[in-house]
């Protein structure tokens, strides 16, 4: 198991209700803990049909009624704590004998605890369906081939007679051949120049018995009452060719090595087509009853855009390890809430591997270029206000620090620890976010990482300090290390017993396990000065077992705080001058680092003149800057007669300057008055 999933299990009865399972899966032993069992639960699809245009407000309706039993709602927060510094997968079972669960939308559906937040869209969350599937085809991930894809585009020259459209084939190949790009060799079927043969299901069969990885198919569906649902292929004559849902599948089935991935493109206008339901019934009969390992559709009318701008992205994060489950998510989190992200449907057999990444000996190290350094992409555009004063940066809208993220990952490849400086509000919190997230891909030439993320303001004492550290370890242990009956027993133990904490001697244990498995842990400790307030708790025998640690390079710490260390003698206990020898100052911004930030793509552009005006009261300070230009777009957002900021003409006031000044003070002051004096 690459990654912790939770399952959801959807069983119908015979008297129409539902009951639900939910599963966590973890581990690379394949441990499973059960957080529901037998749930019940009651869908009003007549409610949610009355929402089918509005994606949020069906998102927001179906998670209502889907998190109405406490064990459901329990059972996804736990889980997406489990995986709080990780990816989650959350794979949603169906019963095969109930086509209108397969009918409702549920990748639309909304956190409980923030309504605002579909869960399918957030990248970390690797949202998939499943069935359980009678074809006994061992499903292990092969290693990586040489990728290859077939795209069999069908437009019979006789659609008309049956009131279909005609299928833009040139478009359609030309849209799908730059999404793969000209590293994938490409097969072509269907009426095109470059096609080996038409679409005909004999030639997907020949195709399909010379492994290609990747099978896109494009073609029109359609389902009548009496025979079910069809797929609209082609004769030889290029005459149309309707095959059934059922003899497709089966065709497929019968095949000795079957394609690791299908693709269900096709493109189509109305939110509920026979087209559509044809679709719906093959995708799934394809990882059911023909074994087929990952098969991605779409639901809810595919426009040609959205298929422009949802696959290069998806086919780009699949060439990277092969994780189709993750490449959907990155494709959908792409596509951002203001296109229909939903609308892609995956559904899994396997684990989303469609193949293991062949292990390489890790690269020697090499020093960081220092000129240029490492160029993060800009955020990308979005809808909404991107600027977020006197809270934490999301971490793919974290802007700036590249020294200091160079000068971190330079120490972290020896386990060096740093101290971290900066006055309150300055990022530091900020950027430990984004360390926690992005570290294990930094450092992936020097070794496996893991970083743990620890607020010490929250954490009341050393039992607390334990838990949380061996709870984030444990799903991320390398395999066959230390006893594999007692991790198992104690993962278990702390998920059903929220008492329980890990002694310091089991939790160095533990960490000595993961070492002896080459996985590098990094404690990233957070304004460390705050556990001066509890004394009693955090005493010298806690300090000991802390020195230990990271002195002996079992693990690696990075410290926040607002002061140097050796400027804060009460912390003696814990600071080791050798150990600790990395300092780390986060001054200002840049200028450079300024403009970017104020400069963010979003729905509200500001004039060159209003980026002038952010600049000058932002004062290259991370939160004057993101409240000076949080100030702005919501001006913008106003009706001109009511913003203080501008003319009727749209342009600046004369007292914008002081006027805006003046409301960043308030924000400045504050912020920092919650933030509290000192470190």
């Known amino acids: 198991m690459l990654i912790p999933t939770l399952e959801f299990n959807l069983r119908s009865q015979a008297d129409g209700t539902l009951l639900v399972d939910a599963y966590l899966h973890y581990g690379s032993g394949g441990m499973t803990t059960c957080f529901a069992e037998a749930v019940a639960l009651t869908l009003d699809r007549q409610a949610l049909l009355a929402h089918t245009q509005d994606a949020l407000t069906y998102g927001s309706e179906l998670g209502r009624q ?33 086509p209108a ?88 079927l269907g009426d095109h120049h470059e096609a080996h043969a038409r679409a005909t299901l004999p030639a997907l069969l020949e195709q399909l018995r010379d492994p290609q990885p990747l099978v896109f198919l494009v073609a029109h569906g359609t ?58 019934a093959l995708a799934p009969e394809l990882a059911r009853r023909a074994g087929i390992p990952a098969v991605l559709g779409f639901q809810g009318g595919l426009a040609m ?62 020093p960081l270029p220092q000129q240029p350094m490492w160029q993060r992409p800009p955020p990308p555009p979005m809808q909404g206000n991107p600027f977020t004063p006197g809270t934490v940066c999301p971490v793919e809208r974290f802007i700036g620090r590249e ?7 330079e120490s972290l490849q020896n386990m060096q620890s740093s101290s971290l400086v900066g006055e309150a509000r300055i990022g530091k919190t900020s950027l430990l976010t984004y360390l926690a997230a992005k570290l294990p891909r930094l450092l992936a030439p020097y070794g496996r990482y893991h970083a743990i993320l620890f607020d010490m303001g929250r954490v009341t004492d050393p039992a607390h300090f334990y838990r949380h550290l061996v709870c984030h370890l444990l799903p991320h242990m390398p395999a066959g290390v230390g ?36 996985l590098r842990i990094v404690l990233l400790l957070d304004e460390f000065r705050d556990i001066l307030k509890r004394p009693q708790q955090f005493d010298s025998l806690f300090a000991g077992w802390m020195r230990s640690i990271y002195s002996t390079r079992l693990a690696a710490i990075i410290i926040t705080t ?34 970017r930030l104020v400069r963010q793509p979003h729905d509200r552009p500001f004039s060159p003149a209003e980026v002038e005006l952010a600049l000058a009261v932002g004062q290259d300070h991370p939160l004057r800057l993101q409240a000076a230009s949080d100030q702005l777009y919501k001006m913008k957002g106003r009706p001109l007669t009511a913003s203080p900021l501008h003319t009727l003409s749209g342009s600046l006031t004369p007292d914008a300057a002081t006027i805006l000044a ?8 504050t912020v920092t008055y919650l933030s509290g004096d000192g470190a």
């Open 101 to 188: 669960l397969h009918a409702l939308y549920w990748e639309r559906l909304r956190d409980p605890q923030d309504d605002d937040q579909p869960l399918a869209l957030n990248e970390r969350v690797r949202w998939a369906r499943i069935l359980a599937s009678a074809d006994l085809t061992p499903c292990d991930p092969p290693p990586r081939p040489a990728l290859r894809a077939l795209l069999l585009v069908a437009n019979p020259i006789d659609l008309a007679r049956y009131d279909l459209a005609e299928i833009d084939v040139e478009g359609t190949v030309a849209r799908l051949k730059h999404a793969l790009g000209k590293s994938i060799a490409v097969t072509l």
């Open 483 to 518: 006893d594999q009956e007692q991790l198992h027993d104690l993962q278990q133990r702390l998920w059903h017993e929220p008492a329980l904490c890990p002694s310091a001697e089991q939790t160095v244990e533990i960490i000595e396990w993961a070492a002896a498995g080459q």
């Open 562 to 595: 607002r002061q140097p260390l050796r400027q804060l003698p009460e912390l003696k206990g814990f600071y080791m001058p050798n150990a600790i020898s990395a300092i780390h100052t986060l001054d200002r911004f840049s200028a450079t680092e300024s403009a």
């Open 223 to 280: 389902t009548t009452h009496s025979d079910g649902p069809y797929i609209w292929l082609e004769h030889a004559t290029g005459q149309a060719h309707p095959v059934p849902v059922k003899e497709l599948v089966e065709s497929v089935a019968r095949l000795s090595r079957r394609p690791q991935l299908i693709v269900l493109a096709s493109c189509y206008s109305a939110a509920e087509t026979s087209m559509e339901q044809a679709l719906r």
């Open 403 to 409: 020294t200091a993220v160079i000068e971190l990952v």
């Open 305 to 366: 855009g959205t298929m422009k701008r949802f696959f290069p992205p998806l086919v780009r994060e699949i060439m990277r390890d092969g994780q189709i489950d993750r490449a959907v998510a990155a494709a959908r989190a792409s596509l951002g809430e203001a296109e229909p992200w939903w609308q892609a449907v995956l559904w899994l057999r396997g684990d989303g591997r469609l193949w293991q990444q062949t292990a390489q000996a890790p690269a020697p190290p090499a």
């Open 662 to 669: 003046r409301k960043v003070d308030e924000v400045w002051q």
């Open 66 to 98: 889907f998190f109405a039993a406490t064990p459901l709602r329990e059972a996804w927060l736990q889980a997406r704590s489990f995986a709080a510094n990780g990816d989650l997968q959350v794979c949603l079972r169906l019963p095969a004998t109930d």
